[in-house]
């Protein structure tokens, strides 16, 4: 079992950055392809990034391709989202997740989740 928990969110600027991580709990994190997620107030959760538990492989949304990072670091149980270039409709409750020796984007093929940190990016 995984416990996820993220921080680092907050309110900043269209066109500023922002470093959100996810700090798991566990010895078989580094078994765990691990996602990013978000949800706007009245918005469905939608896949941002995820990142195989291999680490080669990495998976982006259209939307943020190019401007968001996903990266892991298995030594220290965590996954970071570096956000670049934000823009207001990125505004939403991150969420981190975990999924056990598989990728994917679906929200449905993913076991564990954080409980979210907010990213508020104002105009």
């Known amino acids: 079992q995984v416990q996820l928990v993220e921080s680092g969110g907050g309110l900043v600027q269209a066109g500023g950055s922002l470093r959100v991580s996810c700090a798991g709990s566990g010895r078989t994190f580094a078994s765990y392809t691990m996602g990013w997620f978000r949800q706007a107030p009245g918005k469905e959760r939608e896949f941002v990034a995820a990142?195989?538990?291999?680490?080669?492989?990495?998976y982006y949304a259209d939307s943020v391709k190019g401007r968001f990072t996903i990266s892991r670091d298995n030594s220290k149980n965590t996954v970071y989202l570096q956000m670049n270039n934000l823009k207001p409709e990125d505004t939403a409750v991150y969420y981190c997740?975990?999924?056990?020796?598989?990728?994917?984007?679906?929200?449905?093929?993913?076991?564990?989740w954080g409980q979210g940190t907010q990213v508020t990016i104002s105009s």
């Open positions: 990142i195989s538990w291999r680490g080669g492989n990495t």
């Open positions: 997740a975990a999924r056990y020796y598989s990728d994917g984007s679906s929200p449905r093929g993913y076991s564990y």
